[in-house]
């Protein structure tokens, strides 16, 4: 079974702080690999892509990549009220996204 | 990004009728599109994978005949709830991918379907 786990928040953390997301997946052939933003009652949308080990950055985001250890992390540096959300890690598997549970990240003003 | 369209944006109806939710690509084209569904307080659920001029292709547990799914051009999806019931109020969600191999999903606004 095709599986994406993510560590269980909610995350709370202070303005200015850096919030860390973590998710593992267990189909090793996965290639393609991207985090979403979700805001309640709101549909997700794309704040990062990765397919290649290593970082990512770009603006205040970093995504990293282990594909040996089939693991993926997001990275947020000087955390903002706005980015009070959920955090969805998704994985592509035979052309389709898998979801995580998601993470709930509140930022402490 | 590219843009995604779905309309409604919430519907209440009541049980034993059918809802149709609209998925557009508005500044591409999309051979293929998904409908997800997702429940409070849980992550989003691949229903179906809607092609355009063929038949859908429903993930397990997905009653095809519940959910019906048509992909008559290369901007619209569309997802009909057929026979309502309460536990089918859910947030339903459409998603779409730019480029031919591209594996980027961009999502619709989302339909929050009540059903009383």
């Known amino acids: 079974q095709k599986e994406v786990e993510q560590n269980s928040g909610p995350l709370s953390v202070p303005e200015g702080a850096i919030a860390s997301l973590n998710c593992t997946y267990s189909?090793?052939?996965?290639?393609?690999f991207f985090w979403y933003r979700q805001y309640s009652g709101k549909s997700p949308e794309l704040i990062m892509s990765?397919?290649?080990?290593g970082d990512k950055e770009d603006g205040r985001f970093t995504a990293q990549l282990n594909k040996a250890s089939q693991y993926v992390s997001l990275l947020i540096r000087d955390s903002q009220p706005s980015d009070s959300a959920t955090y969805l890690c998704?994985?592509?598997?035979?052309?389709?996204?898998?979801f995580g549970a998601g993470t709930t990240v509140t930022v402490r003003a | 990004g590219a843009v995604v369209s779905q309309h409604p944006s919430w519907v209440i109806c009541k049980s034993g009728t059918s809802v149709k939710i609209e998925c557009r690509s508005l500044?591409?084209?999309?051979?293929?599109m998904f409908w997800y569904r997702q429940f409070p307080k849980q992550s989003l659920m691949l229903m179906a994978t809607?092609?355009?001029?063929?038949?859908?292709?429903?993930e397990q547990g997905v009653e095809k005949d519940k959910f019906l799914i048509n992909h008559a051009s290369l901007t619209l999806s569309t997802l009909t709830v057929t026979s309502a019931h309460p536990e089918d109020s859910s947030f339903y969600i459409c998603?779409?991918?730019?480029?031919?191999?591209?594996?980027?999903?961009?999502f619709g606004q989302g339909t929050r379907l009540t059903v009383v």
């Open positions: 998603s779409a991918n730019v480029g031919g191999s591209s594996t980027e999903a961009f």
């Open positions: 189909d090793r052939g996965s290639q393609s």
């Open positions: 990765i397919y290649s080990n």
């Open positions: 998704a994985v592509v598997n035979d052309y389709k996204l898998s």
């Open positions: 500044d591409f084209q999309a051979t293929t």
């Open positions: 809607s092609n355009e001029g063929s038949k859908a292709t429903y």
